[in-house]
């Protein structure tokens, strides 16, 4: 999401990974819908991996209760990677990142909520 200023995963997903967070670093945040809400905290040096290759970040993680989301990459995660963003008539996106210490690059597709790599029948714009 190159709107937010943030990386964040939602309480539910932080819980079931078993990770730890600082209560100390709350952060204020305003979403999309006017509304003001605190994080619980931020998650510091998370290993986050991309799959089908060698590349591990480690993210600093504001943990927000009652995400509508699992994970939110931010402006934070784009400026590291690099990332660039296609995006096609059909609603589809392709996403190119490059590992920030080798420098190797990859593509990758993203899929709409719900929605399962393999599964991509489509009834319309997402």
């Known amino acids: 999401d190159p709107g937010s200023q943030i990386v964040a995963i939602s309480e539910r997903l932080c819980k079931n990974l078993g990770l730890s967070y600082n209560p100390v670093h709350v952060l204020r945040m305003e979403s ?8 619980l905290g931020v998650a510091v040096d998370v290993p986050f991996v991309i799959p089908t290759s060698d590349i591990i970040l480690h993210l600093q993680m504001h943990v927000v209760r009652d995400a509508t989301y699992d994970i939110l990459l931010g ?8 990332s660039v963003v296609e995006n096609f008539e059909d ?18 597709p993203t899929y709409a ?14």
């Not at 999309?32 to 994080?39: D, E, F, I, K």
């Not at 909520?113 to 997402?126: A, D, I, L, V």
């Open 75 to 82: 402006r934070p995660f784009d400026a590291l990677m690099n």
């Open 32 to 39: 999309a819908n006017g509304s003001v809400n605190g994080s």
């Open 113 to 126: 909520r719900g929605e399962k790599p393999g599964n991509r029948e489509r009834t319309g714009f997402h």
């Open 91 to 108: 609603g589809r996106q392709r996403i190119t990142v490059k590992d920030p210490l080798t420098g190797e690059s990859l593509t990758m």
